[in-house]
């Protein structure tokens, strides 16, 4: 169990988020509805009492020593922790669209990694250079022009050393002799002809390095102005977790979790984004509930290896707390009315219920936090097997 400090100031079991906890209850609803029987109304909860050799001192009890079994009263610290299934891949997604005219003559292979100032395909024989941007590329540029596009320009030019910051200096934004200079060099260096000009569809723009994930330009076949040639994402690991709505409030960003990799190794990482819109679920779909997308970085990208949409599950902590008292979700007994309590047994066998305030639950390992008077660390409760 995580000993990390809690999200906010965890006090007293009694505390607790009711709201929350209402939401964690619903879970384990079939757990503790198969040990209640509700005698009526202001009465106790009646369970079976397997370890009772005469008459069952409950009313309504069997004595069914297969059905019952004890734990005892831990404390520990506790995390509160919910294991979601999630998909392991890349971020970001890129559609690379075509500026030139004419006859496919190269393409990549897809998983292939393109960086800034490679070749990413080619049109009749022409490279089509791939520089990092954030503006598409649309005019040609040439001396004399100014704007974001000649900005990214630049700044490629500096990274890739065809100019230094002196030449060129940093966030310049005008199309000057400087660069001219610097792109007859990175011309000369693709053998293209050094005229200092950047024709349309001469280079790609893209945030960051691409990783083609499909193709569906054709090679050999015409390719015309504004056609998408291929797919991509960026080189960074990530994971995405398609949420249940409801949940959207146990989870923050920076919250710790745990990736449990197809090969059953573990890696951790951290949640960097929490959506606000829920997406409905595809018609036909089995899922009837509405998600939110959360988004989870790797701590140690390498540790997650190559899987590309491979099906993960992700533990995240949502919480923690120190030095309580701990019993399983399935001891938890509905009280008539409202509230919880466990089942206790005695010094002398004899068996009483202790009623219990809720707080963090951890439904990776079923237990819960409780607190209730007369309750203390060691004591038996009566567990259903189910």
């Given at each position: 169990m995580?000993a990390?400090?809690?999200r906010?100031?965890?006090?007293p079991?009694?505390?607790a988020?009711?709201?929350?906890?209402?939401?964690?209850r619903?879970?384990?609803?079939?757990?503790?509805?198969?040990a209640?029987?509700?005698?009526?109304?202001g009465a106790?909860v009646?369970?079976s009492?397997?370890?009772?050799s005469g008459?069952s001192?409950?009313?309504?009890a069997?004595d069914?020593p297969?059905?019952?079994s004890?734990?005892?009263?831990?404390?520990?610290?506790?995390?509160?922790?919910?294991?979601?299934?999630?998909?392991?891949?890349?971020?970001?997604s890129?559609?690379v669209?075509?500026q030139?005219?004419?006859?496919?003559?190269?393409l990549?292979?897809v998983?292939?990694?393109v960086?800034q100032?490679?070749?990413?395909?080619?049109?009749?024989g022409?490279?089509?250079?791939?520089?990092?941007g954030?503006?598409?590329?649309?005019?040609?540029q040439?001396?004399g022009?100014?704007?974001?596009d000649?900005?990214?320009?630049?700044?490629d030019?500096v990274?890739?050393?065809?100019?230094?910051s002196?030449e060129?200096?940093?966030?310049?934004?005008?199309?000057?002799y400087g660069t001219?200079?610097?792109?007859?060099k990175?011309?000369?260096?693709?053998?293209?002809t050094?005229n200092?000009t950047?024709?349309?569809?001469?280079?790609?723009?893209?945030?960051?390095?691409?990783?083609?994930?499909s193709?569906s330009?054709t090679l050999?076949?015409?390719?015309?102005?504004?056609?998408?040639?291929?797919?991509?994402?960026?080189?960074?690991?990530?994971?995405?977790i398609?949420?249940d709505?409801?949940?959207?409030?146990?989870?923050?960003v920076?919250?710790?979790?745990?990736i449990?990799?197809?090969n059953n190794?573990?890696?951790?990482?951290?949640?960097?984004?929490v959506g606000t819109?829920?997406?409905?679920?595809?018609?036909?779909?089995?899922?009837?509930?509405p998600?939110?997308t959360?988004?989870?970085?790797?701590a140690?990208?390498?540790?997650?290896?190559?899987?590309?949409?491979?099906p993960?599950?992700?533990t995240?902590?949502?919480?923690?707390?120190r030095n309580?008292l701990v019993?399983?979700?399935?001891?938890?007994?509905a009280?008539?009315?409202a509230?919880?309590?466990?089942e206790v047994?005695?010094?002398?066998?004899g068996?009483h219920?202790?009623?219990?305030?809720?707080?963090?639950f951890?439904?990776?390992?079923g237990?819960v936090?409780?607190s209730?008077s007369?309750?203390?660390?060691?004591e038996?409760t009566?567990?259903?097997?189910?």
């Amino acid at each position: 169990m995580s000993a990390a400090a809690p999200r906010t100031n965890a006090g007293p079991p009694d505390g607790a988020d009711p709201a929350r906890a209402r939401r964690r209850r619903r879970k384990a609803t079939w757990l503790i509805a198969a040990a209640v029987v509700v005698v009526g109304a202001g009465a106790g909860v009646a369970v079976s009492d397997p370890f009772s050799s005469g008459a069952s001192s409950h009313p309504g009890a069997s004595d069914d020593p297969g059905r019952m079994s004890l734990y005892a009263v831990a404390r520990q610290d506790l995390s509160s922790q919910t294991e979601v299934p999630a998909t392991l891949g890349y971020a970001g997604s890129y559609s690379v669209v075509n500026q030139a005219q004419g006859t496919v003559t190269s393409l990549p292979a897809v998983g292939q990694v393109v960086s800034q100032g490679q070749v990413l395909y080619q049109v009749s024989g022409a490279p089509v250079v791939l520089l990092y941007g954030s503006t598409p590329a649309y005019r040609e540029q040439s001396e004399g022009i100014t704007g974001g596009d000649v900005a990214a320009l630049n700044a490629d030019l500096v990274a890739l050393g065809y100019a230094t910051s002196a030449e060129i200096p940093s966030g310049t934004a005008d199309f000057t002799y400087g660069t001219k200079v610097a792109v007859e060099k990175l011309q000369g260096e693709l053998g293209e002809t050094e005229n200092g000009t950047v024709s349309l569809g001469q280079a790609v723009f893209e945030p960051t390095a691409v990783r083609v994930t499909s193709v569906s330009a054709t090679l050999g076949a015409p390719v015309q102005a504004g056609q998408p040639v291929l797919q991509g994402t960026t080189t960074m690991r990530q994971v995405s977790i398609a949420l249940d709505a409801a949940q959207q409030s146990e989870v923050v960003v920076g919250d710790r979790v745990a990736i449990t990799l197809p090969n059953n190794q573990t890696a951790p990482g951290t949640v960097s984004s929490v959506g606000t819109v829920a997406i409905a679920p595809e018609p036909g779909s089995s899922d009837t509930s509405p998600t939110i997308t959360v988004l989870v970085d790797p701590a140690d990208p390498a540790a997650t290896g190559t899987w590309d949409q491979a099906p993960v599950n992700v533990t995240i902590t949502t919480g923690s707390v120190r030095n309580v008292l701990v019993v399983p979700v399935d001891a938890l007994l509905a009280e008539a009315g409202a509230g919880y309590a466990v089942e206790v047994e005695g010094a002398n066998g004899g068996r009483h219920l202790v009623t219990v305030t809720l707080g963090l639950f951890d439904d990776a390992d079923g237990l819960v936090q409780v607190s209730g008077s007369g309750l203390a660390a060691g004591e038996r409760t009566v567990v259903p097997n189910l």
